[in-house]
T-cell receptor
Framework: KQEVTQIPAALSVPEGENLVLNCSFT??????LQWFRQDPGKGLTSLLL?????REQTSGRLNASLDKSSGRSTLYIAASQPGDSATYLC?????????????FGTGTRLQVTL | GAGVSQSPSNKVTEKGKDVELRCDPI?????LYWYRQSLGQGLEFLIY????????KSGLPSDRFSAERTGGSVSTLTIQRTQQEDSAVYLC????????????????FGEGSRLTVL
């Protein structure tokens, strides 16, 4: 059974700092890993999708890496801004036979202060 | 619309009543997921639909929960005889899974339906 863990659970940084969010998973046979952002009272917004054959993906100030052998993914946020404040979730897609299931971590709550 | 649409956005009901939650996926998306997010908790998988295949219902917490997807598009999640512990945000997501492919693509979520059972 896939289990996904995110560390830290909460993080507060001053504006402008670079930061790294960590995600670890127990089943290395994942098909892809996706990072999401969730604002309070809102749904999830997809940030980056890394296929199992890829090592990293970049979008603007965001860079996500995937190391299947060690069961880890990181989300790097450069030059953080107050608008980056949100909860960040990672999710790994695994097979359950004929179906695919996305297993989520419990998230990292990020606050970027002025 | 261009995104995943869920209704109602908020639902308050009395314990013991039945509720229906609706999800309109992105047009052309073959796979549809329902998740539940309780206060302070992570996302809990409920059910997965892929094309005409039998759905994966392994995440449904009890037989009071059921879901269907008519015509391969709109999905309805039904909770019968609601209990207070059913209070949560119910999130729907859709994606494309090409025929014969193992992977699904990027998952897109709706804004969720917040259910409160009094």
């Amino acid at each position: 059974k896939q289990e996904v863990t995110q560390i830290p659970a909460a993080l507060s940084v001053p504006e402008g700092e670079n930061l790294v969010l960590n995600c670890s998973f127990t089943d290395s046979a994942i098909y892809n890993l996706q990072w999401f952002r969730q604002d309070p009272g809102k749904g999830l917004t997809s940030l980056l999708l890394i296929q199992s054959s890829q090592r990293e993906q970049t979008s603007g100030r965001l860079n996500a890496s995937l190391d299947k052998s060690s069961g880890r993914s990181t989300l790097y946020i450069a030059a953080s801004q107050p608008g980056d404040s949100a909860t960040y979730l990672c999710a790994g897609l695994s097979s359950t036979g004929t179906a695919s299931k996305l297993t989520f971590g419990t998230g990292t709550r990020l606050q970027v202060t002025l | 619309g261009a995104g995943v649409s869920q209704s109602p956005s908020n639902k308050v009901t009395e314990k013991g009543k039945d509720v229906e939650l609706r999800c309109d996926p992105i047009s052309g998306h073959t796979a549809l997921y329902w998740y539940r997010q309780s206060l302070g908790q992570g996302l809990e998988f409920l059910i997965y639909f892929q094309g005409n295949s039998a759905p994966d219902k392994s995440g449904l917490p009890s037989d009071r929960f059921s879901a269907e997807r008519t015509g391969g598009s709109v999905s309805t999640l039904t909770i019968q005889r609601t209990q207070q512990e059913d209070s949560a945000v119910y999130l729907c997501a859709s994606t494309v899974k090409p025929q014969g492919a193992t992977n699904t693509g990027e998952l897109f979520f709706g804004e969720g339906s917040r259910l409160t059972v009094l």
